[in-house]
């Protein structure tokens, strides 16, 4: 699907987004996950307390519902070791960025 290039290219946008939706947080709350649909997947960016995003893609028939509650009962290190497990499964590797300041 995307080159690594291509990939970080899209995550860099998804970081910048979630940064500038953190701006409105005093008046609409602080963002829980963005749901991103498109025909050929489905991008969901999440966030990992206050310095991570979870950046996670699937194929579109993925039940995104059931991906986001999962990972919303996971802690970070728990995260990284499911992942390794593959009890995440997903189309493309699982990233999760540090948001820059």
Known sequence: MFVLEE?????ELAVNSWKTRSQLAPKIGKGKYVLAEYEKLKRITMSLGDEHLLYITTEPEAHHSMIIERVMTLKLADLKEHAKAKLIKTSSPIFSSKIPE
Do not use: G, I, P, R
């Open 7 to 11: 990939t970080k290219k899209s995550l």
